[in-house]
């Protein structure tokens, strides 16, 4: 395998991502990082509590968001005073609101809202701790049966988590999607194809910011639905079409530039190189392949980065993370030159290729 020379933006100086910590010394270091699963469980509770609907678009104080929501005066103050100092609220003159995260993607009724999707997935993963010793021990993902199945897997069967599923999809190709449609210089393409789109949040992103562009979204057949709903209420649907198909089974629709977004760590080398030998067909000649993924960083320190690695292995039966380099070399061996590594907002970077 050839290690490609990858250039990084160079408008773009956070292509590195965070670096991990400091080594921890103190005792208390250590203990908080053992009660690291506190900060997800005053999360769920505020949730489950109703903080975030309770507050909404307003401000209230400490007294009257507490009786609203039915909280004792023992641990009321120091609740939401936990949930201000951990960014999910903010606090000011006495007052609280929600924060601009929060006001986002952990309202229900907004077009961010990731909280169904982040239940849905923190009982995936298991908050037993043998759920990630068997996978450290066995290699295998959390309820893994013996065909190779794991419960991710039945999310497509179930049309109520399929929507929050989708939901968050689209906070997270939102985020990409906006600043992928300025990183990139689309006015030299007229064609693109978002294989793995999901309902087409990204497509239909590139398509408002580019009249020119015309797109192409491969993803499974339930999802088709979903597709035509957001294309309609986003204006686009004459410039947008979709194929519900197994990617693995058919030929990629042939674009100028051909998308695989959070596609390839689904899957365990032997069909990344598959799926980019498709990409590498589809792509008109001398266009372009844009992977992006949350991918880890090179030099493997960014905490967060190898957190979701993990998660994403006890989710799925053949998931794992991935680099920039790695990427890029898996794209040089299919054909492609590396240009560029772009970071992106949502933990996201991107490689971007071009077909000689």
């Not at 992103?205 to 209420?233: K, M, N, Q």
């Not at 792509?283 to 960014?302: A, F, K, N, P, S």
């Not at 292995?313 to 492609?336: I, N, R």
Request: charged share 20%; hydrophobic share 40%; glycine share 10%.
């Amino acid at each position: 395998m050839t290690t490609p020379e990858i250039v990084t933006d160079g408008t773009l100086s956070q292509v590195a991502h965070r670096t991990g910590q400091r080594p921890l010394e103190d005792p208390f270091d250590v203990m908080f990082t053992g009660w690291s699963f506190f900060r997800s469980k005053l999360l769920t509770t505020a949730m489950d509590l109703g903080v975030f609907s309770t507050l909404g678009d307003d401000s209230l104080g400490a007294s009257e968001l507490a009786d609203l929501t039915n909280l004792h005066p023992r641990g009321a103050r120091d609740f939401l005073d936990a949930l201000a100092a951990i960014g999910l609220l903010v606090r000011e003159d006495g007052r609280y609101r929600n924060s601009p995260g929060t006001q986002r993607h952990l309202l229900p009724d907004r077009e961010g809202f990731v909280g169904g999707f982040l239940r849905m997935t923190t009982e995936l993963m298991g908050s037993d701790p043998e759920s990630l010793t068997g996978l450290l021990r066995g290699g295998t993902a959390r309820n893994q049966g013996a065909g190779g199945e794991v419960p991710f897997t039945k999310i497509f069967h179930d049309p109520v988590r399929l929507r929050q599923f989708l939901s968050a999809m689209d906070s997270f190709s939102g985020a990409v999607g906006q600043e992928l449609a300025q990183v990139f210089d689309w006015s030299r393409v007229a064609t693109f194809s978002d294989v793995g789109g999901a309902r087409g949040n990204l497509a239909a992103h590139l398509a408002a910011a580019h009249p020119g562009l015309t797109g192409t979204v491969l993803d499974r057949p339930s999802i088709a639905e979903h597709f035509d709903h957001l294309v309609a209420e986003r204006g686009v649907a004459e410039r947008l079409r979709y194929v519900g198909a197994d990617f693995f089974q058919v030929e990629l629709p042939r674009a100028d530039v051909v998308i695989l977004g959070s596609v390839l760590h689904d899957w365990p080398a032997e069909q990344r190189e598959i799926l980019l030998r498709k990409a590498y067909d589809a792509v008109h000649d001398g266009g372009w392949l844009i992977v992006y993924d949350t991918m880890l960083d090179d030099e493997r320190q960014d905490p967060d980065a190898l957190f979701l690695s993990l998660i994403m292995m006890l989710q799925s039966a053949q998931a794992s993370g991935f680099s920039p380099a790695e990427c890029g070399a898996w794209m040089t061996d299919a054909g492609f030159a590396v240009e560029r590594v772009v970071r992106l907002p949502a933990l996201t970077t991107a490689v971007i290729g071009r077909k000689n």
